[in-house]
T-cell receptor, first 113, second 110 residues
Framework: SQTIHQWPATLVQPVGSPLSLECTVE??????LYWYRQAAGRGLQLLFY??????ISSEVPQNLSASRPQDRQFILSSKKLLLSDSGFYLC????????????FGPGTRLLVL | QQQVKQSPQSLIVQKGGISIINCAYE??????FPWYQQFPGKGPALLIA?????SEKKEGRFTISFNKSAKQFSLHIMDSQPGDSATYFC?????????FGKGTRLHILP
């Protein structure tokens, strides 16, 4: 069966510090991968998606970036965090070629102080 | 045109009652309409989904009603239970995009 992992589970970072969140998927090959942000009490904002290694599409211009160094690894990064980057970050995957069913990870709660 | 409008933002229902959440879309290219359930501190999970060639889909206590001409769909939770208390998201999908509604926070009173 497929599983998706995210770490860390929680993170408290000062403004201006760098960020690296990691997501890995097991049990499937060549998945579509997604990064979402969920601000407190709000909906899901798609940040990045990837259909293959090294292929990243950005949905929202911001100070975040994403990379996919391996087929089942997706990394969300920032060089300098802003207060507004606080939120709940969710990684998700779907079967290659379709967005229909998204399988979400457990999320990382980021607080920028 | 790319929005999915979800209502209400929050909903309180008595145990045993019917919970109803509504969504509306504009883009007729959408061809798959899932609902996701999210418990606090967890990632969303697919609950039930429907395609536009079907007017209703039922899985246990959960039913999606779909009105293609009105471009609206809704989630009905029958015999609502305290364990159903969660945030619910509707979504609309076509071949290269998925758009989520802003979510409904449902609370079932015991």
């Amino acid at each position: 069966s497929q599983t998706i992992h995210q770490w860390p589970a929680t993170l408290v970072q000062p403004v201006g510090s760098p960020l690296s969140l990691e997501c890995t998927v097991e049990g499937t090959s060549n998945p579509n991968l997604y990064w979402y942000r969920q601000a407190a009490g709000r909906g899901l904002q798609l940040l990045f998606y990837s259909v293959g290694i090294g292929q990243i599409s950005s949905e929202v211009p911001q100070n975040l970036s994403a990379s996919r160094p391996q087929d089942r690894q997706f990394i969300l990064s920032s060089k300098k965090l802003l207060l507004s980057d606080s939120g709940f970050y969710l990684c998700a995957w779907s079967i290659s070629g379709t967005l229909e069913t998204q399988y979400f990870g457990p999320g990382t709660r980021l607080l920028v102080l | 045109q790319q929005q999915v409008k979800q209502s209400p933002q929050s909903l309180i229902v008595q145990k045993g009652g019917i919970s109803i959440i509504n969504c509306a879309y504009e883009n007729t290219a959408f061809d798959y309409f899932p609902w996701y359930q999210q418990f606090p501190g967890k990632g969303p999970a697919l609950l039930i989904a429907i395609r536009p060639d079907v007017s209703e889909k039922k899985e246990g206590r959960f039913t999606i009603s779909f009105n293609k001409s009105a471009k609206q769909f809704s989630l009905h939770i029958m015999d609502s239970q305290p364990g159903d208390s969660a945030t619910y998201f509707c979504a609309a999908v076509d071949y290269d995009k998925i758009i989520f509604g802003k979510g409904t926070r449902l609370h079932i009173l015991p």
